[in-house]
């Protein structure tokens, strides 16, 4: 519920902290006092559009704050934890408007995109005006009604779910079907080739091995020749290394024998005498082991060549080959699948048999409730001084949409022998808030928006069918938090409570007050309603007759 609304530098007002209590609350207050100024500094927080004309003259800004009881809400406090703003159990909403045109909101002290405001109002509060009224000539609204009542969320859900399910399947089979040539040419051209790459027998890791080896090779002859010709400078029989370094060796050991100062130098000696034996060893493993096999690197080169055609004619370097491949073997699947008889015919009839035994589920329970539904308003319209008055709500088949397969119309006739007619072409205005009053009443108990605020539904109405009027009022806060604005003592002499709306003016300046009235004050402004500005006995009476 509505549990506080604290209003700054508003139009009118300059400081405002109102708190409410459940039940039916009345608000009433002499033409031009600011009744519509609680409603749209409300709306305000809850998101509607701003301007700087709102913000009080001389002011440079206007704060609307408004706090909810939500403990017994789970649909608000479901919403503020998946979208990580919720603290307790308050919700509190603030809306700051500055002079420039700018506006700032808040949910629970963070910062917050206005879409939020609007998103979380919407399970908050429903705000009946004389343009409300009109939206129930609306097919939508005709239909949001019906679903309330018949508490139809999950089915109109699962609904939207296997429509849009369906409708994509459907708009892929269409696809598929214009480009099936265009696709049969892909899925021919992947066969091709993921042929040519599987021939080619690749991986990045022999293709670096294979390139060393065809270096290797390519080169044998000279290689063979240089490591000839290391080994003749080792082992030459005239002159070569091997004995000049023994010479050196014999030398070496021959000095040092002489001078021990000279051991160092023999023991390097001896160390360079023993590697260039090494190097020799491993020079003619190397050439023991060398494969100057010509068929090899025959082999070889045409691989090379193979992956080098292979990247030319499909423009991929050989080292992205592997990555390109998967992409191609990814695709070719896909078509493959694609490809299977009936495929996206067998998809798309599941989907749309699916959908359509909901929107049947769906529709079944929209005509039981319509029964029911049309029935009980039809009692309250009696109530309301539409003493002959009928109304019904016809549930008709219409082509598969999101919301399923029936179009809602509210029909009514007015007096007897009369035929059944749109409530759009039969209902005025205040026919139109009477018939919103009965709707809101046969349905409120399915209805999980905790705050409900009528805007003057008495237009059009007096006497009898005003007491009616607030009696239901009554009946409705005793399920939810209602507010009205009134200008009938019959209806706010109905409410729990009774708010006054006071403007007090000074030079040229004119500031609103709103206040609780007590039960003295209460006598006296239903009073006022009744017999205008001079309060006599008798209205005096008449107000404690109605309070009472």
């Not at 609307?64 to 703003?85: G, P």
């Not at 491949?325 to 990814?330: A, D, E, H, I, Y």
Request: charged letters at 30%.
């Amino acid at each position: 519920m509505l549990a506080n609304l604290h209003i700054r530098d508003y139009v009118i007002v300059d400081e405002l902290n109102l708190s409410f209590d459940k039940g039916f609350i009345g608000l009433t207050g002499e033409t031009g006092a600011g009744k519509s100024i609680l409603i749209d500094a409300l709306s305000l927080s809850l998101g509607a559009r701003s301007e700087s004309g709102l913000i009080r003259k001389g002011c440079e800004k206007a704060e609307i704050i408004t706090e909810f009881d939500i403990k017994n809400n789970q649909a608000v406090i479901q919403w503020l934890k998946d979208n990580d703003l919720y603290d307790d159990e308050s919700l509190l909403l603030r809306r700051t408007i500055f002079a420039d045109g700018r506006s700032k909101a808040y949910i629970n002290s963070i910062p917050s995109p206005i879409s939020k405001l609007k998103d979380v109002s919407e399970l908050l509060i429903d705000i009946y005006s004389q343009n409300s009224f009109h939206s129930l000539t609306q097919a939508n609204t005709q239909l949001n009604i019906l679903d309330e009542y018949a508490d139809t969320s999950d089915l109109e859900k699962k609904s939207q779910k296997l429509f849009h399910e369906w409708k994509s399947l459907e708009k892929r089979k269409k696809e598929f079907d214009e480009n099936k040539v265009k696709i049969h040419e892909e899925y021919e051209d992947l066969q091709i080739k993921i042929k040519e790459y599987k021939d080619l027998n690749f991986s990045f890791e022999n293709w670096e091995f294979v390139q060393a080896e065809h270096k290797k090779l390519s080169n044998a002859k000279e290689l063979i020749n240089l490591i000839q010709q290391c080994l003749s400078y080792i082992n030459n029989e005239d002159l070569s290394a091997s004995v000049i370094l023994k010479d050196l060796n014999k030398s070496l050991s021959e000095a040092a024998q002489l001078d021990n100062q000279l051991n160092e130098d023999f023991n390097l000696s001896n160390e360079i005498l023993i590697q260039a034996s090494e190097l020799e060893r491993n020079l003619n493993n190397y050439l023991s082991k060398f494969n100057d096999d010509e068929d090899r690197v025959r082999e070889i080169e045409d691989y090379i060549q193979g992956v080098f055609n292979f990247s030319r004619k499909h423009h991929i370097q050989p080292e992205l080959f592997e990555n390109e491949s998967l992409n191609w073997f990814k695709r070719f699947d896909e078509i493959a699948t694609l490809f299977e008889e009936n495929q996206f015919a067998a998809l798309e009839k599941k989907a749309f048999d699916d959908y359509l035994t909901n929107a049947k589920n769906l529709s079944e329970k929209r005509a039981i409730a319509a029964k029911k539904l049309g029935s009980e308003i039809s009692l309250l319209l009696n109530q309301l001084s539409f003493s002959n008055a009928d109304f019904k709500i016809d549930v008709e088949k219409t082509e598969p949409l999101a919301s399923g397969i029936d179009q809602v119309k509210f029909l009514i006739k007015t007096y007897k022998g009369a035929d059944f007619s749109p409530i759009a072409k039969t209902a005025s205005g205040g026919e139109l808030s009477r018939i919103s009053l009965a709707i809101r009443v046969a349905s409120a108990k399915n209805t999980n928006v905790p705050v409900m605020i009528f805007d003057e539904v008495d237009v059009g109405i007096g006497g009898g069918v005003a007491e009616v009027v607030g009696n239901l009022l009554n009946q409705l806060g005793s399920q939810h938090q209602v507010f009205s604005i009134t200008h009938l003592a019959q209806v706010v002499s109905k409410a729990n409570f009774h708010y006054k709306v006071h403007k007090e003016e000074s030079g040229d300046t004119a500031i609103s007050k709103i206040y609780i009235l007590n039960a003295e004050e209460r006598i006296k402004e239903t009073a006022r309603m009744i017999g205008g500005l001079e309060i006599t006995e008798t209205t005096l009476m008449h107000a404690r007759e109605l309070l009472n």
